[in-house]
């Protein structure tokens, strides 16, 4: 069945710093892929999407290419901020939703 | 505001004792699902509802059951909970059901329930 296979955490970094969260996927047919957001204390929120091979999704600086050469959709950003810690799900839809097993991200001053 | 709200937010229980944990969307989706995560598990879906009165299985659905009365709620049961039910639930709505892209899915705030 579809899965999605993500980078173990936790990932620590310092404020401004480069972040890459790796997220890989295996499905059948042509998913769409999401990443989703859960600050503490609440539930999940769509960070960014994006529903063909090479699109490109983005919010808030985070950004992630839908590449099916290689079942990816790892998220970036380029400059982390305190705000951004948080847990990080990467899902795909297909027939249904699966998600990740998530990636804690903890940006330190 | 669109929102999915669950209640209650946190319940602490004993084995065996019947609950209810209330979902409810103001959306008019079709779609409702509930997941449980757990950590290194990410979120595992337990049920999901494709529209009033239609329900079906997800990946873990032992030791839960659902209803789907009527179109805005999707009350989770569970009829003898099991320490193993420790867990933290979220109640997701979608529009059109996750069978058409580009459909984004609603959270509710969670439930963190402790069955001792």
């Known amino acids: 069945g579809d899965s999605v296979t993500q980078m173990e955490g936790p990932v620590t970094l310092s404020e401004e710093a480069f972040l890459t969260i790796n997220c890989t996927y295996t499905?059948?047919?042509?998913?769409?892929l999401f990443w989703y957001v859960q600050y503490p204390g609440e539930g999940l929120q769509l960070l960014l999407k994006?529903?063909?091979?090479?699109d490109k999704g983005s919010n808030k600086g985070f950004e992630a290419t839908y590449r099916k050469e290689t079942t990816s959709f790892h998220l970036e950003k380029g400059s982390v901020q305190v705000s951004d810690s948080a847990v990080y799900f990467c899902?795909?839809?297909?027939?249904?939703?699966?998600f990740g097993a998530g990636t804690r991200l903890t940006v330190k001053p | 505001e669109a929102q999915v709200t669950q209640n209650p937010r946190y319940l602490i229980t004993v084995t065996g004792k019947k609950l209810t944990v209330t979902c409810s969307q103001n959306?008019?989706?079709?779609?409702m699902s509930w997941y449980r995560q757990d950590p290194g598990l990410g979120l595992r879906q337990i049920y999901y509802?494709?529209?009033?009165?239609?329900?079906d299985k997800g990946d873990v659905p032992e030791g839960y059951k659902v209803s789907r009365k009527e179109k805005r709620n999707f009350p989770l049961i569970l009829e003898s909970p099991s320490p193993n039910q420790t867990s933290l639930y979220f109640c997701a709505s979608s529009s059109r059901g996750f069978a058409f892209m580009n459909t984004e899915a609603f959270f509710g705030q969670g439930t963190r329930l402790t069955v001792v």
């Open positions: 899902a795909l839809l297909n027939n249904d939703m699966r």
């Open positions: 959306m008019n989706h079709e779609y």
């Open positions: 509802s494709m529209n009033v009165e239609v329900t």
């Open positions: 499905a059948t047919g042509y998913p769409s």
């Open positions: 994006a529903t063909k091979a090479d």
